[in-house]
């Protein structure tokens, strides 16, 4: 069995992106002779409780990762991409791998999440801010001195491109070719690196559009080229790559606003602050933490039968879910809300409470994924107009998150070098699966 095990995390890919009309012809031909099946992803379908999941094996009930944010209770506060690897409450694959193979190193490439994480090899974003407001771009890493080096060879990374309007193929390159310096400096047994790009044009353009489709070509030809450096660098043996995907990408139509509804309702309290508003949380009965189209209600428990009613009278609200069904749902954790809204399949959710824009907070019009209380999309659009971020969810055209119900709502799992399991896996097997493959003899 192999010695190394790339895993390679292209985020909106699906199996049938591999068929006719084929939208990743290079590495189909890469994959397709190992077969290309549907892996079922966790609910709820977002990038950070995949991500762990995949990473675990298994749920955000036993995990603790319910969305890309996390609601600190005993501070009424959202923080959104900035929890600590410490939060995450079962061990990751790295550590089952040291277990049973001492001496085995792994590296982790831009999943997230993994800021001061266990593992031996490390590169995450970890911009540093200024007191005068700036933004330096930075990445964490390990071992000491790594992102230095990396900065040497390829320059900073690029911050402006991996989120907000000028989001491109510039950061996947980037990660593409910093992890290919770090895979063959340190050849470590496993590896898992994380490919951002077709997220933005999924969520701008929509997954059944042209733009998708030219985008998933460039980033086709991207990783089909750093397959090929890779055998190169771990040259005379070839690593074995396996190929995943987090969820498949929905077209929507339009954005429900469940903390107006709350507002409506008198169960949401908002303050005005030199002329904006902003939700008073600590004295609200409710408040929704939305992310793409699963938002997390957490409601004071005297004011929860008048929530779910409210809220389940709002256009683009699916189900309002509680009690036993987030058990089902797998999301059955302290950190999950009293509610969990699931959006209609053409519908996501807005963070948004105000009525009237001009009362929306500076932030609103800005790039900031930290002090907005929930996933906000529509930051990568432009208004040249008033040269800030619009404050129109009709923009965006394609979201996720819902539960799978079909293969069609499934990502994608294809491996060259090693067998895989036939017929669907489930996202929650491939902390296991990577281990065995390693832990084999060679045959």
Known sequence: MPRHIVVIDLVGAVPSHFGEPCLFPELARIFRPGGIRPLRPVFPALTCPVQVSMTTGVSPSEHGIIANGLFDRAEQKVRLWTWPAS???????????????????????????????????????????????????????????????????LGHFPLHKYWGPMAGLDSSRWILQGSLHTLARFKPELSLVYVPHLDYVGQRCGPDSDEFAAEAGNIDALVAQFI?????????????????????????????????????????????????????????????MVDHQVAHVYVQQDALEHAAAVLGQLDGVAEVCQGGRLSELGVA?????????????????????????????????????????????????????????????GLVQGSHGLPPKRPCDYGVLAARGISTPPGQIDALRLPSLLVNLLMAPES
């Open 87 to 153: 939060k995450i409450e079962r061990p990751p694959v790295w550590e089952m791998l040291r277990k049973r193979l001492p001496g085995a190193k792994t590296a982790v490439m831009f999943f997230q999440g993994r800021k001061a994480a266990s593992a031996d090899i490390y590169v995450n974003p970890h911009p540093k801010h200024t007191p005068d407001g700036r933004t330096i771009p930075w990445c964490d890493s390990s071992p000491a001195g790594l992102y230095e080096e990396l900065v040497e060879k």
């Open 228 to 288: 090929r450096d890779l055998d190169q660098a771990f040259s005379p043996s070839e690593p074995a790559v396996v190929l995943v995907s987090e969820y498949a990408m929905a077209r929507v139509s339009g954005a429900a606003l469940p903390n107006v509804a709350l507002r409506d309702a008198g169960l949401l309290e908002v303050r005005e602050q030199d002329g904006h508003e902003l939700p008073a949380v600590a004295a609200s009965r409710a408040f929704a």
């Open 333 to 393: 954790h302290p950190n999950s809300g009293e509610l969990v809204l699931l959006a209609q399949p053409d519908t996501w959710f807005a963070y948004y409470w105000w009525h009237d824009p001009a009362k929306a907070p500076a932030f609103a019009r800005t790039v900031d994924i930290h002090r907005k209380p929930g996933y906000d999309p529509v930051e990568l659009f432009w208004d040249a107009q008033t040269s800030s971020i619009p404050l129109d969810p």
